[in-house]
């Protein structure tokens, strides 16, 4: 069998990602300059990593699965800084016609 | 005489390829990760393309933004966590064969579901109303229309493709709350309610990114 999670894991799971949808809403109000992205991005990321690793068992499933679920983010890694390293080096070099 | 059913043995669950109901649901679940990793790269050319046109046109994206409905999209992100909790409970009575409170979580999920895509329809009528929708309709008095446009291009793709996305896993819900019912995940054959839960959990993932990047952008 499966180890059954204790439901209070869950409860207080939900309720931190409660608490962080109500951060990033106030943070965003906030003037940071440029740090409103990153600290959007890093209290999104904090989300998902919670969501994956308490809801979706992440935290004691095997090392295969551990594998796959980080295999899909180094693709998106690959598929984001390939095509931005091409946008935000444009014009570098000019070209001759 | 009422006719006595025995729940189904192991070995009965258990398809001929796989040694024991263990090896069954890994495999189960690792195909399912694998499904995620390619939804992960579908939404993420989405996101890609976010990301450079809002480098390229930062400016009109604020304003563009702050057009959105803040409090209506905030609202169905907490209905979607809330959602969350409610699957992860599912789970958990499939996994302890608790039938009655399976049926009844599964049911929850999916009302919460129908809660989310009614707001976004709210949204998208009011999106409508305020000339935001891209094509002949949009109207825009800024400045840079035509990139403003752009935004809300990059905005109906995003949450219509996450909608859709929604809409399929409140079907998968139902058809997961009508098999319970009739009790075929009962002696640990839980995989489709675990795979389920996955699914339902990622979509709500893709949301917990898209209320900052699409909502929040330029309220400061």
Redesign the interface.
């Given at each position: 069998?499966?180890k059954?999670?204790d439901?209070r894991i869950?409860?207080r799971?939900?309720a931190a990602?409660?608490v962080l949808?109500g951060l990033?809403?106030a943070t965003?109000?906030?003037?940071?300059g440029p740090f409103?992205l990153i600290v959007?991005?890093a209290?999104?990321i904090t989300?998902?990593l919670i969501?994956?690793l308490?809801?979706?068992h992440i935290k004691g499933?095997?090392r295969?699965?551990h594998l796959?679920?980080v295999?899909?983010?180094m693709?998106?890694l690959i598929?984001?800084s390939l095509?931005?390293s091409d946008?935000?080096t444009r014009g570098w070099v000019p070209l001759n016609h | 005489m009422p006719i006595l059913t025995s729940p189904p043995s192991e070995s009965a669950l258990v398809a001929e390829q796989f040694d024991d109901i263990e090896q069954q649901r890994d495999a189960a679940k690792l195909g399912m990760w694998i499904f995620l990793a390619s939804e992960v790269l579908f939404f993420g050319g989405l996101f890609l393309s976010y990301t450079i046109y809002r480098f390229t046109y930062g400016h009109v994206f604020m304003e563009t933004s702050r057009r959105l409905d803040v409090v209506l999209g905030g609202t169905n992100t907490a209905v979607l966590l809330v959602s969350s909790l409610l699957m992860a409970f599912a789970v958990r009575a499939a996994q302890l064969d608790q039938r009655r409170a399976l049926v009844r979580l599964l049911l929850g999920t999916a009302l919460l579901g129908c809660v989310f895509m009614s707001i976004k329809m709210v949204e998208y009528h009011k999106d409508y109303v305020e000339h935001l929708v891209p094509g002949t309709h949009f109207e825009w008095t800024g400045a840079d229309p035509s990139n403003a446009e752009l935004f809300f291009w990059i905005y109906f793709a995003m949450t219509g493709l996450h909608a859709i996305h929604v809409t399929v896993g409140i079907g998968v819900l139902l058809v997961l709350a009508l098999l319970a019912s009739r009790g075929k995940f009962s002696g640990g054959n839980y995989n489709a309610i675990e795979i389920g839960g996955l699914y339902w959990h990622f979509v709500d993932v893709v949301w917990v990114f898209l209320f900052p990047l699409l909502y929040l952008v330029g309220h400061r």
């Open positions: 069998m499966e059954v999670v439901p869950y409860v799971t939900c990602l409660l949808l990033t809403w965003a109000y906030v003037d940071l409103n959007a991005l209290i999104a989300k998902a969501i994956a308490f809801f979706m499933s095997s295969l699965l796959a679920a295999a899909g983010l693709w998106l598929l984001v095509t931005l946008y935000f | -």
